[in-house]
């Protein structure tokens, strides 16, 4: 008998019937309702492409174009490090985490206070992801208050590469901010085309609700399709504020402004990369504040990234986050049901690690906690293995003549193929507990996360892509006040 291959577990929230009638709505919100597009050139090329004037500067997208441009979105898109000797596949039911991006503030684990993130910060955050390897991707996770903030955005991309090797999550501030970007990213790879080909990045483009394309955002989506660069929508409908207060209403509106950025990158340059995306919220009418850890938060990603799969796209979500202003019980409830319920979706990038206080502020302790969090999940999608084509008998036989569990050779041979041991994670008794001082779980993230920064992460530049990088981003920067130090 041969053995049986296991069975990944998976939640689905929708019934097809009522993807196919969020879908249809979405399209006819888009062909009757329209989107406001502030960029007066992705007007041009949407009205080219077949879109029609709507009221002011709404444009009326109809299914025709939509259906076009979703046939033309690629069903794939393929990472690589910078090394270039690592591929990730993201589509189909993929799952790769990152940490959340351009978070302000920084979480002080001494003090338990949260400060505005600077430059040494970002090198430390950068350096803690290289070594954490549940997190597949980096983000560009922190904004710099020590840099003019005209060069935020590209300032966040020359520190992660100095430190971090992986493929990155980021994102423009400014129009402009794109071209130093790509300079950048470009000089990594070896060239544009080499770019286009084994691309290292994902660009974030948050259209803003309801159905509303600013210039910034705009740009964006147009830079990446050009440059073939993956652009990751990230809707953020907020239920009864931004957005309808029903899930299915959010929902709607959520698709509908997938859909319209999908159809200016496709109508810019078909077969650009795109991703479905974003980071919506079932809006606090009690505090006024957008809760990523509310479960109907998490049902709304859920249900989008389930559409978006019924028509072969790539998706992104905001999940494994807590709103907690501290690394405490909150958090890690609100970050691990997040985290299982994004990999049971099958959701192709989950965004948020080490994210707290509504996507504000980054935890490097709680960054090492979400490691642990998302080994978890992905050990729950490998599913149950059957090990040996007999998978008890025999052992029992040996225990009879007198042999034990701890010692015997299919222990030894199958312990750690099956089970996972978390390092930060309290498994002993409470009499250890106190003799350790009774620390909390972020006190022993704390300590984890000084004895991996101790440890050499062994990637670094060559000195002569260092000095090409420093040159791209003085010759961006200078002109701002931007100076930069000496090497690290």
């Known amino acids: 008998m041969a053995l049986l291959p296991p069975v990944r577990p998976q939640t689905r929230l929708l019934s097809p019937s009522l993807v196919s009638r969020i879908i249809d709505e979405a399209m006819e919100v888009l062909a009757t309702v329209g989107v406001l597009i502030e960029h007066p050139e992705a007007k041009g090329i949407l009205l080219g492409g077949g879109a029609a004037e709507g009221h002011g500067e709404r444009v009326l997208l109809p299914r025709t174009l939509v259906e076009s441009s979703l046939a033309t979105a690629p069903r794939r898109i393929v990472l690589w490090d910078v090394p270039g000797g690592r591929s990730f596949h993201v589509g189909g039911n993929d799952v790769h985490f990152d940490p959340g991006s351009a978070?302000?503030?920084?979480?002080?684990?001494?003090?338990?206070?949260?400060?505005?993130?600077?430059?040494?910060?970002?090198?430390?955050?950068?350096?803690?992801?290289?070594?954490?390897?549940?997190?597949?991707?980096?983000?560009?996770?922190?904004?710099?208050?020590?840099?003019?903030?005209?060069?935020?955005?590209?300032?966040?991309?020359?520190?992660?590469?100095?430190?971090?090797?992986?493929?990155?999550?980021?994102?423009?501030?400014?129009?402009?901010?794109?071209?130093?970007m790509q300079e950048?990213?470009?000089?990594?790879?070896?060239?544009?085309?080499?770019?286009?080909?084994?691309?290292?990045?994902?660009?974030?483009?948050?259209?803003?609700?309801?159905?509303?394309?600013?210039?910034?955002?705009?740009?964006?989506v147009l830079d990446c399709a050009r440059a073939g660069v993956p652009s990751e929508f990230v809707a953020m409908p907020l239920t009864g504020a931004t957005a309808p207060v029903t899930i299915t209403g959010a929902l709607v509106q959520h698709v509908a402004e997938n859909f319209s950025g999908i159809a200016i990158a496709q109508c810019c340059s078909p077969g650009a990369p795109v991703i479905f995306g974003g980071s919506p919220a079932s809006f606090d009418h009690r505090k006024g504040t957008p809760p990523m850890g509310a479960m109907e938060t998490m049902m709304i990603d859920m249900a989008y990234s389930q559409i978006a799969k019924s028509v072969g796209l790539p998706t992104h979500a905001y999940m494994g986050l807590s709103d907690s202003n501290c690394v405490d019980a909150q958090a890690g409830l609100e970050s691990g049901m997040g985290a299982v319920l994004a990999a049971l979706g099958g959701i192709n990038v989950v965004s948020g690690g080490g994210m707290l206080a509504y996507e504000n502020c980054i935890s490097l302790e709680k960054l090492v906690i979400d490691h642990q969090i998302v080994r978890m999940a992905y050990r729950l999608i490998e599913g149950i293995t059957q090990r040996d084509e007999v998978m008890a008998l025999d052992v029992f036989r040996d225990i009879l003549r007198g042999e034990d569990f701890m010692g015997h050779p299919h222990t030894v041979k199958w312990l750690r193929e099956d089970h996972w041991y978390p390092r930060v994670i309290d498994r002993g008794g409470p009499e250890e507990w106190v003799a350790e001082g009774k620390p909390t779980l972020a006190d022993r993230a704390a300590v984890e996360r000084s004895r991996l920064s101790a440890g050499d992460t062994g990637y670094r530049l060559e000195p002569p892509v260092l000095t090409e990088l420093q040159r791209i981003m003085l010759a961006y920067g200078k002109p701002y006040g931007l100076t930069l130090p000496g090497p690290r």
């Open 184 to 220: 950048m990213l470009s000089l990594l790879r070896g060239g544009a085309e080499q770019l286009r080909a084994r691309p290292l990045a994902i660009f974030d483009a948050c259209p803003s609700p309801p159905l509303k394309w600013s210039p910034l955002t705009t740009q964006s």
């Open 103 to 180: 978070a302000l503030h920084i979480f002080d684990h001494a003090t338990r206070s949260q400060r505005e993130a600077v430059t040494e910060d970002l090198v430390d955050f950068h350096s803690l992801t290289q070594r954490l390897d549940s997190f597949h991707f980096q983000s560009t996770g922190l904004v710099s208050s020590d840099v003019p903030r005209e060069v935020a955005d590209c300032y966040r991309l020359f520190i992660a590469f100095q430190h971090c090797g992986k493929p990155i999550v980021t994102g423009t501030f400014v129009q402009a901010g794109f071209r130093p």
